[in-house]
């Protein structure tokens, strides 16, 4: 038996919100993703959705479309001299969607929850850096750092953890490690109820300070299957799919030549890789790695899959983003090349056989990848089919996204697809996250007889205050985990929408991560 489980029921000022909304009367917003949004914990990181947390909670500062970092909750700011203090006047007016004041009280709550979890967090260099959180006066607050961090105000911006929860939502404990009482936050949208497996159900926020929602519900559908949600989306039951593959290329095409849809992506906001495993044979051969660079043809996908809607990739960031610009380039597409790295390398194939061997032992990897999610699904069996042609041999494990994290995290892959996050992340806090075992970077990494350098080196570049001495270190890890044939690139990855002609506004943020529903309204409104 389903139960419905009605999040914030224990609060009285959200009890408006826990209406049952009147399709009469009101206007709700269809869209389509794979899974429930979760439990909706500013603080901690999967099963949480983040585009639902960045729907319900806020930052002080907010990276922008144009790829600057501008106020938010915070209304202004001021750095120390030597970077390590910095010091937020914050937004007047703010209230939490339970009442509750938004102030330096609970600014400090928040950060103080956080750090009770902080080696869930350590992956982000600013959790390692941060020492003190003061309340200077009431609508003042100061953070100083132990040593200058240049993406202080990045990190702070990003989805998770450094957002603001209800401080009447913070347990008793004072930490949000394990739970919190109810998703209650300031932004644009409250979530008022959870199917499980069917829908989550958000209502506007009618006392938002900043661009309120024209819509009156947002109902998220949990539809797991691509060629279901394109269904959903043709026959009018959701209005809009929104993400990075949230239908197949060939899908997204149709779609965007038939009349009462439009379909359109972003600019490329991030890198889809694949990441190979450099502890766990076969892929711990450098050989190996480097021969599969070699033998998957990466324009075949980006035409064949994509649809050219992607551009291709050459190395683990775009140029584009800081630091990132040192000239790398993926190996061409040349089977024959790759076929002769690896039969020097003593994996043979026999007369008559399709898989080569060495010492008895066959070459097969795995490469796992989100069971659900269209773009990996097709790439998987692309890849599949080019190593297939210089004799290796690859299992393919599709599953839930819950379960290909939890392989990132203790190594159970030989490949595994592990996007870059795209901006603010990318390159300091995904640099920043290889040094711990909280992604696939760190595990693929291993094996690596220069792991540790790697991680020194980030660790200096992130705390340096001299920028040709950052640029130098930035350089030396990304050519060097180039040169390792840790990472397939295969695409800088745009973000993909379609709706129906009955949603106007339909846009994107500058982030991967962020959907502007509170910019979306019905058609003529």
Same mark, same amino acid.
């Given at each position: #038996?389903?139960?419905?489980?009605?999040?914030?029921?224990?609060?009285?000022?959200?009890?408006?919100?826990?209406?049952?909304?009147?399709?009469?009367?009101?206007?709700?917003?269809?869209?389509?993703?794979?899974?429930?949004?979760?439990?909706?914990?500013?603080?901690?990181?999967?099963?949480?959705?983040?585009?639902?947390?960045?729907?319900?909670?806020?930052?002080?500062?907010?990276? #922008?479309?144009?790829?600057?970092?501008?106020?938010?909750?915070?209304?202004?700011?001021?750095?120390?001299?030597?970077?390590?203090?910095?010091?937020?006047?914050?937004?007047?007016?703010?209230?939490?969607?339970?009442?509750?004041?938004?102030?330096?009280?609970?600014?400090?709550?928040?950060?103080?929850?956080?750090?009770?979890?902080?080696?869930?967090?350590?992956?982000?260099?600013?959790?390692?850096?941060?020492?003190?959180?003061?309340?200077?006066?009431?609508?003042?607050?100061?953070?100083?750092?132990?040593?200058?961090?240049?993406?202080?105000?990045?990190?702070?911006?990003?989805?998770?953890?450094?957002?603001?929860?209800?401080?009447?939502?913070?347990?008793?404990?004072?930490?949000?490690?394990?739970?919190?009482?109810?998703?209650?936050?300031?932004?644009?949208?409250?979530?008022?109820?959870?199917?499980?497996?069917?829908?989550?159900?958000?209502?506007?926020?009618?006392?938002?300070?900043?661009?309120?929602?024209?819509?009156?519900?947002?109902?998220?559908?949990?539809?797991?299957?691509?060629?279901?949600?394109?269904?959903?989306?043709?026959?009018?039951?959701?209005?809009?799919?929104?993400?990075?593959?949230?239908?197949?290329?060939?899908?997204?095409?149709?779609?965007?030549?038939?009349?009462?849809?439009?379909?359109?992506?972003?600019?490329?906001?991030?890198?889809?890789?694949?990441? #190979?495993?450099?502890?766990?044979?076969?892929?711990?051969?450098?050989?190996?790695?480097?021969?599969?660079?070699?033998?998957?043809?990466?324009?075949?996908?980006?035409?064949?899959?994509?649809?050219?809607?992607?551009?291709?990739?050459?190395?683990?960031?775009?140029?584009?983003?800081?630091?990132?610009?040192?000239?790398?380039?993926?190996?061409?597409?040349?089977?024959?090349?790759?076929?002769?790295?690896?039969?020097?390398?003593?994996?043979?194939?026999?007369?008559?056989?399709?898989?080569?061997?060495?010492?008895?032992?066959?070459?097969?990897?795995?490469?796992?990848?989100?069971?659900?999610?269209?773009?990996?699904?097709?790439?998987?069996?692309?890849?599949?089919?080019?190593?297939?042609?210089?004799?290796?041999?690859?299992?393919?494990?599709?599953?839930?996204?819950?379960?290909?994290?939890?392989?990132?995290?203790?190594?159970?892959?030989?490949?595994?697809?592990?996007?870059?996050?795209?901006?603010?992340?990318?390159?300091?806090?995904?640099?920043?996250?290889?040094?711990?075992?909280?992604?696939?970077?760190?595990?693929?990494?291993?094996?690596?007889? #220069?792991?540790?350098?790697?991680?020194?080196?980030?660790?200096?570049?992130?705390?340096?205050?001299?920028?040709?001495?950052?640029?130098?270190?930035?350089?030396?890890?990304?050519?060097?985990?180039?040169?390792?044939?840790?990472?397939?690139?295969?695409?800088?990855?745009?973000?993909?929408?379609?709706?129906?002609?009955?949603?106007?506004?339909?846009?994107?943020?500058?982030?991967?991560?962020?959907?502007?529903?509170?910019?979306?309204?019905?058609?003529?409104?």
């Amino acid at each position: #038996m389903r139960t419905t489980t009605c999040i914030v029921s224990s609060f009285l000022a959200l009890s408006l919100l826990l209406s049952t909304p009147d399709a009469s009367a009101d206007t709700t917003l269809n869209v389509a993703w794979p899974s429930n949004v979760g439990p909706l914990n500013p603080h901690l990181y999967s099963p949480n959705q983040m585009f639902a947390q960045a729907m319900v909670y806020e930052p002080l500062v907010r990276y #922008m479309p144009d790829g600057k970092i501008g106020p938010w909750l915070a209304s202004s700011w001021t750095i120390s001299p030597d970077g390590k203090a910095y010091t937020f006047t914050l937004r007047q007016g703010v209230k939490f969607t339970d009442g509750v004041a938004f102030d330096a009280v609970a600014v400090k709550k928040n950060f103080d929850a956080i750090m009770t979890n902080a080696k869930r967090h350590e992956w982000l260099e600013l959790f390692n850096q941060l020492e003190t959180v003061q309340v200077i006066a009431p609508m003042t607050v100061r953070l100083t750092l132990k040593r200058a961090y240049y993406p202080t105000l990045h990190d702070l911006a990003l989805v998770r953890p450094a957002r603001f929860i209800s401080p009447a939502s913070i347990p008793e404990s004072g930490s949000t490690a394990e739970s919190i009482k109810a998703p209650v936050g300031t932004g644009p949208w409250a979530l008022v109820e959870t199917r499980r497996g069917e829908y989550d159900l958000f209502r506007r926020n009618a006392d938002y300070w900043g661009h309120k929602p024209t819509f009156d519900f947002l109902k998220i559908k949990v539809l797991p299957d691509i060629n279901t949600r394109a269904v959903a989306l043709q026959t009018g039951q959701v209005d809009l799919v929104f993400g990075s593959g949230p239908i197949s290329g060939d899908s997204f095409a149709r779609f965007r030549s038939m009349p009462g849809f439009t379909a359109s992506t972003s600019q490329p906001m991030a890198t889809q890789t694949i990441t #190979m495993n450099s502890k766990r044979p076969p892929t711990n051969e450098l050989a190996v790695r480097k021969a599969v660079l070699s033998a998957v043809n990466r324009d075949a996908i980006l035409n064949g899959i994509l649809y050219s809607i992607d551009k291709p990739a050459e190395a683990l960031f775009s140029p584009t983003a800081p630091y990132a610009d040192v000239g790398l380039k993926a190996p061409a597409f040349d089977p024959k090349h790759a076929a002769k790295l690896l039969d020097d390398a003593g994996w043979k194939l026999a007369a008559g056989e399709k898989i080569r061997t060495k010492e008895g032992k066959p070459l097969e990897v795995e490469l796992a990848f989100v069971g659900n999610d269209a773009r990996e699904k097709a790439i998987s069996e692309a890849v599949q089919a080019n190593l297939a042609t210089v004799g290796v041999k690859v299992v393919l494990i599709g599953e839930e996204a819950n379960s290909i994290y939890a392989r990132q995290k203790d190594g159970r892959f030989g490949m595994i697809f592990g996007n870059t996050w795209g901006a603010p992340y990318d390159p300091h806090s995904y640099l920043s996250s290889m040094r711990t075992p909280s992604h696939a970077d760190y595990q693929a990494q291993l094996g690596l007889s #220069m792991k540790a350098e790697i991680d020194d080196k980030i660790s200096r570049a992130l705390v340096s205050t001299d920028e040709t001495e950052r640029k130098n270190l930035f350089r030396w890890i990304l050519t060097t985990l180039h040169e390792q044939a840790i990472y397939l690139p295969v695409s800088h990855t745009t973000v993909m929408e379609v709706h129906r002609a009955s949603v106007d506004h339909v846009g994107f943020e500058g982030t991967v991560n962020e959907i502007p529903f509170e910019k979306m309204t019905p058609t003529g409104k």
